[in-house]
């Protein structure tokens, strides 16, 4: 998503709307570590899915990390190796958000 922002205005702007939405979404994974804990019974793939909301909420913490530290260097040469390591991280930070949810509705199912 964000290797095709050549011009660094926009690539500023798609960094501060990821920035919103991982933070958004951190936000998001912690609050679902603690309904898990609170609404389900602790049985191992409870515990499972709560390790994966929590490991997606650190992921998404870095996202917001990597995008500062992106931000301040935009117009550096290297501003493409940080964008690919952001892309990298947020999708697999979603990824672990999706199959967790789908381990939570397996367990309560």
Not at 10 to 25: P, R, V
């Amino acid at each position: 998503m964000l290797k095709y922002a050549n011009n660094p205005q926009d690539l500023q702007q798609l960094l501060l709307a990821l920035l919103s939405t991982s933070g958004t979404l951190a936000g998001l994974s912690m609050a679902l570590v603690g309904i898990v804990n609170l609404k389900i019974a602790n049985t191992k793939v409870e515990s499972i899915a709560d390790d994966m909301f929590l490991f997606a909420s650190f992921g998404f913490l870095i996202v917001c990390y990597l995008i500062f530290f992106t931000l301040r260097r935009i117009q550096s040469q290297k501003v493409q190796n940080w964008t690919n390591v952001i892309d990298i991280v947020f999708l697999c930070s979603m990824t672990l958000l999706v199959m967790a949810g789908f381990v939570v509705v397996y367990s309560v199912f």
